[in-house]
């Protein structure tokens, strides 16, 4: 364990010094610009320049359009805000660079003063929305969300962009940044811009120290490289100057660093997860088996080397459960409990809930001994207070009592592949109303009608306890059924009535003929009856798993 945190350690180093490097080596082009400004002052011609920003600017819209279309297209897939923030701020700045590049265009064919100042116009406006916008979206928690109508905020963008283009075009004077070229106006707006920026990658830097996910970190470079981008336009001399150049090249790296980031916290990120999600998913349903008998397998060898300890443990873990038979005011239980090993992943619990309300439970952990045996303690601790909490206990149905206990398993640090099926029922008195629900459970309870008509208690829905907390919240529902006077209920493990290995005690249709034979018999006689049936059928051959049932008498 120490030697992967120690690598996880490097990995996340080596992702600063990346970031720091970065930095370095923008800083010293800085440098080397101002030193040798001279010799490179010139780096292309007018007309080559022209050329050379307007694929620049091409690339850099066709850039905000990527990011537009990925944050647009999840938004609606878990709503968050910096996720609706982007989609509007990165369609609006590329609609804008766009624009700029068409005036910027028509500046070079059309050589007049005035196309070139609202070709200026627009794309300050551009970068001062980008760095304004990226700044309150830095602001928003990453993971806060709000439910909107995404198209609605589109179509607010829409018109913005075209109010913007309006004025910054034909109303020159209502919009001027820039209007004479390297104002004092347009340099003050340019550090408000770089500042802006600068924020913007201290705030992501925040988020990536908290989840460690370097999709945050790629914006935040991107963020620092676009606050380069800004101070080079504030010390540049004209045109084609050499800080003019890196300014916008900068710009352009830092546009695709920020698409780099946003592309992988939307897209490859939560798509990996999803993948991974299914995997387990699709392991546990296919391969259930497989595991339980590999783990029946570990616990059994483990067994062997402290038969005397589990001994003791068994006893400690049988008073742990109700009385063979127990009566609940007019509610009669009997039970049967058969370890197939020393210890049992088996267990139940029968037990008033006030003088209206009976709580009951019957579950199967993965596997046998030791660990099984220790997770009966905890989920009988677990589950016991949730129907003892007096006022607050009489409202929780089964499903929620499951759901609950669904959450707190998830809490606790268990094995991956340590899992619990679970049937959970309560029964008013008064009413004879029988409400339960099913956590995954692999056999359903059968209910006898004292005259005889029998009846499946398979109507509810559940999922089984596991450690799927992260990736999955089940939905548990209710199911309810009217009972009379002496009807009867079964509740079992699967170690009764299902085949492991073809070693099948008794069949489900065995058993509902013993439950019918003997319905006018009393409850402690149709028990023995059953009994005599496991004791006389293991002689003949072993059993696997362990044998729990009770049975209820309305």
């Known amino acids: 364990m120490f030697n ?61 359009f990527i990011v537009f279309s990925i944050t647009y297209y999840t938004y609606a897939k878990e709503n968050r805000i910096r996720r609706l923030i982007n989609f509007n701020l990165f369609f609006i700045v590329g609609c804008l660079n ?36 990226m700044f309150c979206c830095a602001l928003v928690h990453y993971k806060k969300t709000i439910k909107r109508n995404r198209n609605y905020f589109l179509l607010g963008s829409i018109g913005l962009v075209c109010l913007l283009s309006y004025f910054s075009i034909y109303k020159t004077y209502s919009l001027n940044f820039s209007f004479v070229p390297f104002s004092q106006s347009k340099i003050f707006l340019g550090y408000v811009v ?9 705030l992501y830097i925040k988020d990536y120290h908290h989840t460690r996910d370097k999709s945050f970190l790629k914006i935040a470079t991107g963020a620092a490289l676009s606050a380069f981008a800004e101070i080079a336009f504030i010390l540049r001399s004209g045109e084609c100057c050499s800080y003019n150049f890196i300014g916008h090249t900068y710009r352009l790296i830092g546009l695709f660093m920020i698409f780099r980031g946003i592309f992988v916290f939307n897209l490859d990120h939560p798509y990996a997860q999803a993948d991974k999600a299914r995997n387990q998913l699709k392991l546990y349903a296919e391969d259930l088996e497989k595991v339980i008998e590999k783990r029946t397998f570990e616990i059994r060898r483990a067994n062997q080397k402290m038969l005397e300890e589990l001994e003791y443990a068994k006893r400690i873990q049988e008073t742990l459960l109700p009385p063979m038979e127990i009566n ?13 090993e020393s210890l049992s992943g088996d267990f139940y619990q029968i037990h008033p809930i006030d003088d209206d309300f009976i709580g009951m439970y019957i579950a199967d952990v993965s596997g046998h001994g030791v660990s099984a045996a220790m997770m009966t303690v905890f989920a009988d601790r677990a589950m016991i207070p949730v129907d003892e909490q007096g006022e607050q206990g009489k409202k929780l149905s089964p499903a929620k009592t499951l759901l609950q206990f669904y959450r707190k398993f998830n809490e606790w640090n268990f094995p991956s592949d340590m899992y619990i099926v679970i049937f959970k029922a309560i029964y008013h008195r008064k009413n004879r109303i029988l409400s339960y629900c099913s956590g995954g459970m692999n056999v359903e309870p059968i209910l006898v009608r004292a005259g005889g008509e029998v009846e499946i208690l398979n109507q509810s829905k559940g999922f089984p306890i596991c450690k799927l907390g992260d990736l999955y919240i089940p939905e548990f529902t209710n199911a309810e059924v009217k009972l009379e006077k002496g009807d009867r209920v079964i509740f079992y493990t699967d170690g009764l009535a299902e085949s492991f290995k073809e070693n099948a ?25 059953i009994l005599k049936k496991i004791f006389k059928e293991s002689d003949k051959m072993r059993y696997d798993d362990d044998i729990t049932y009770f049975i209820m008498e309305a």
């Open 4 to 64: 992967h945190l120690k690598e996880r350690k490097v990995n996340l180093d080596l992702r600063h010094i990346f970031f720091f490097i970065i930095l370095l080596i923008a800083a010293f082009i800085f440098y080397a610009t101002r030193i040798w400004s001279g010799q490179i002052y010139n780096l292309l011609n007018l007309a080559e320049w022209y050329m050379y920003h307007i694929v620049l600017e091409f690339i850099s819209s066709f850039i905000c």
């Open 98 to 133: 766009f624009i700029h590049m068409v005036t910027y265009m028509r500046t070079f064919y059309i050589l007049k003063d005035s196309l070139f100042a609202r070709a200026e116009n627009i794309w300050l406006l551009s970068r001062l929305i980008l760095s304004v916008g």
């Open 194 to 202: 770089a500042i802006l920026f600068s924020a913007v990658s201290i």
């Open 328 to 340: 609940i005011h007019d509610v009669k239980f009997v039970s049967g409990y058969i370890p197939c």
């Open 505 to 529: 005690l008794m069949g489900k249709s065995e058993l509902i003929r013993l439950l019918q034979e003997n319905r006018n018999a009393d409850l402690h006689t149709l028990n023995q009856t």
